[in-house]
């Protein structure tokens, strides 16, 4: 077909056509794109100002955590669940604080001390025990129980010590009286693959059961020395708590970090009744309303320290904390 001159004039084969189309669509596309970005900063300004609210309005409730403390009476709660760790939710930090608030609110007529654990921290579980005994000490009035639902093993058990009296399912797990310091070796590994160990320390035993370098039998042995004393502050612990109810010579696979079911706990004395948590406070301490005193954190402290546990978890070295698990 021939051109125009108003084809020539304008670029000739009508390209300025299509170049304005393709113009025309790239500005749409920017359009839509700008407008794309403003809709998802918007809806995101939205969620925030959303949490925000809810945050502010939970927050009042959940800073301090505990329960309001109350008049009538009430059996109340605290609530030893998941790894005893200085940064967990049964840190004895948190525990400590939530006893302290049980004992000393009015209308208290016995503090249970609900506990669903594996264990952890030895140090954690002890601060635990201490305050528990010397809170019985101050409140004499008021029983101190503790039981468990599914599990009260190693320093979950270390707790429950402490009580006036231990009650468990049938099927709970209890025991584990016990104390592991784990870790691993790669030397083999690292000879096959053919990888060089460089360290430099100041301190013979700075790299103390290093999982890079050959087991040091002195190392070992001091090691074993370790977990063998803390062995014996937890078995003295569960002695003291328990005192007769063990037997006048209770046999030592008691404390060989053996578990056993409830009801075979109830038989070797390491529990004294099967019960549930429910049935203690109605059948035992005779006041059926329980008042929960756990300190709980806020939505932003569980954020972070969810991100905070992820971190840690990656980073964290077993070979270097003893462990009641």
Request: aromatic share 6%.
């Amino acid at each position: 077909m021939a051109e125009t001159e108003e084809d020539l004039a304008r670029g000739g084969d009508g390209r300025w056509e299509r170049d304005t189309l393709a113009r025309l669509a790239a500005a749409g596309l920017v359009e839509q794109r700008r407008a794309r970005r403003w809709g998802i900063l918007i809806k995101l300004l939205v969620v925030l100002y959303l949490f925000a609210l809810l945050f502010a309005v939970l927050n009042v409730s959940t800073l301090t955590g505990a329960a309001t403390p109350s008049t009538g009476a009430h059996t109340a709660v605290v609530r030893v669940e998941g790894v005893i760790a200085a940064d967990s939710d049964a840190s004895a930090e948190r525990v400590n604080q939530g006893l302290r608030e049980a004992f000393g609110a009015s209308g208290t007529q016995a503090v249970l001390v609900h506990i669903n654990s594996p264990g952890g921290s030895p140090v954690q579980a002890g601060l635990i025990y201490d305050e528990m005994l010397r809170l019985r000490e101050q409140y004499p009035d008021t029983p101190l129980y503790a039981v468990t639902t599914d599990l009260a093993a190693s320093g979950g058990y270390y707790v429950a010590a402490a009580a006036d009296r231990i009650f468990a399912n049938r099927a709970s797990l209890v025991g584990s009286i016990g104390v592991r310091f784990g870790g691993f070796g790669f030397v083999e590994a690292m000879d096959k693959v053919g990888v060089d160990r460089r360290l430099i320390t100041a301190g013979e035993n700075k790299a103390l059961m290093d999982p890079f370098l050959p087991e040091d039998p002195e190392q070992v042995a001091h090691i074993q020395a370790t977990v063998d004393g803390i062995h014996g502050q937890f078995i003295a612990a569960v002695k003291e708590g328990r005192g007769d109810r063990l037997g006048e010579d209770p046999p030592q696979e008691l404390f060989s970090g053996l578990i056993w079911t409830g009801q075979e706990a109830l038989d070797n004395g390491l529990v004294d009744d099967l019960a549930s948590p429910s049935q203690v406070a109605r059948e035992i301490v005779g006041v059926e309303r329980t008042i929960d005193y756990t300190p709980r954190k806020d939505l932003f402290q569980r954020f972070s320290d969810r991100v905070g546990a992820t971190i840690a978890k990656t980073l964290k070295s077993e070979a270097l904390v003893p462990d009641l698990r």
